[in-house]
């Protein structure tokens, strides 16, 4: 009986230290993942991509010409996201602002690659884009997992994200949204643009 109880107590014990330092690990890889995401003050890192057409855009070329407006969208996470839809409207909308700042509008579509460009037509067919602003597709999550955004979970692609970048390449204005809300508006980042 004594020796029973005693198993107990040590299998007792034992779980509860394994799943005390299961939360430690799991709170440290969460540290992890949040300091490795773009924060105001990095330098951002160099991309290219291109748009669903085959025109490639990096952001070096981008910066040369002025300061860029990174959108990360969800792309098409089983269905075209109309919270995105709303977001890129709102800033097509003000376009000559964005352009009055000298600012590129760069968003960026990830996905899987099968179908991304099918799908990235479908999101941007009925809209026409300003001639500072850039459409691209990111094929099976390359760019999305170099600047840590993966947002990897079931019918999800990246946290919708808007940056925005200066020509010393240094982030400016970094929103990263964990939910599908919570954007950033046109009105904040022409703020951040001096507009």
Same mark, same amino acid.
């Given at each position: 009986?004594?020796s029973?109880?005693r198993?107990?107590?040590?299998?007792?014990?034992? !779980?509860t230290? !394994? !799943?005390?330092?299961?939360?430690?690990l799991?709170?440290a890889?969460?540290?992890?993942? %949040?300091?490795? !995401?773009?924060?105001?003050?990095?330098?951002a890192k160099?991309?290219?991509?291109?748009?669903?057409?085959?025109?490639?855009?990096?952001?070096?070329e981008?910066?040369?010409?002025g300061?860029?407006?990174?959108l990360?969208l969800?792309?098409?996470?089983e269905?075209?996201?109309?919270?995105?839809t709303?977001?890129?409207?709102?800033?097509?909308?003000?376009a000559a602002? =964005?352009k %009055?700042?000298?600012?590129s509008?760069?968003m960026?579509?990830?996905?899987?690659a099968?179908?991304?460009e099918?799908?990235?037509?479908? =999101?941007?067919?009925?809209?026409?884009?300003?001639?500072?602003f850039? =459409?691209?597709?990111?094929?099976?999550?390359k760019?999305?997992n170099?600047y840590?955004?993966r947002?990897?979970?079931?019918?999800e692609t990246a946290?919708p994200?808007?940056f925005?970048?200066?020509t010393?390449n240094?982030?400016k204005?970094?929103?990263?949204s964990?939910?599908h809300?919570?954007?950033a508006?046109?009105? %904040?980042?022409?703020q %951040?643009?001096?507009?």
């Amino acid at each position: 009986m004594y020796s029973l109880i005693r198993a107990r107590f040590f299998t007792v014990t034992m !779980l509860t230290l !394994l !799943l005390s330092q299961g939360g430690e690990l799991l709170a440290a890889d969460t540290a992890k993942k %949040e300091a490795a !995401l773009p924060a105001v003050g990095d330098t951002a890192k160099d991309f290219q991509l291109a748009t669903p057409g085959g025109q490639k855009v990096s952001l070096s070329e981008q910066l040369k010409k002025g300061p860029v407006v990174l959108l990360v969208l969800r792309g098409y996470p089983e269905y075209q996201c109309p919270v995105c839809t709303r977001q890129v409207g709102q800033f097509i909308a003000n376009a000559a602002k =964005f352009k %009055e700042a000298k600012a590129s509008v760069v968003m960026v579509y990830p996905g899987a690659a099968k179908d991304l460009e099918k799908r990235a037509d479908e =999101f941007i067919r009925d809209q026409s884009l300003p001639e500072n602003f850039y =459409f691209l597709v990111d094929p099976d999550y390359k760019f999305t997992n170099a600047y840590h955004l993966r947002w990897d979970a079931k019918r999800e692609t990246a946290y919708p994200s808007t940056f925005v970048i200066g020509t010393d390449n240094k982030i400016k204005y970094a929103k990263i949204s964990k939910t599908h809300g919570n954007r950033a508006s046109a009105k %904040e980042v022409l703020q %951040e643009l001096g507009k």
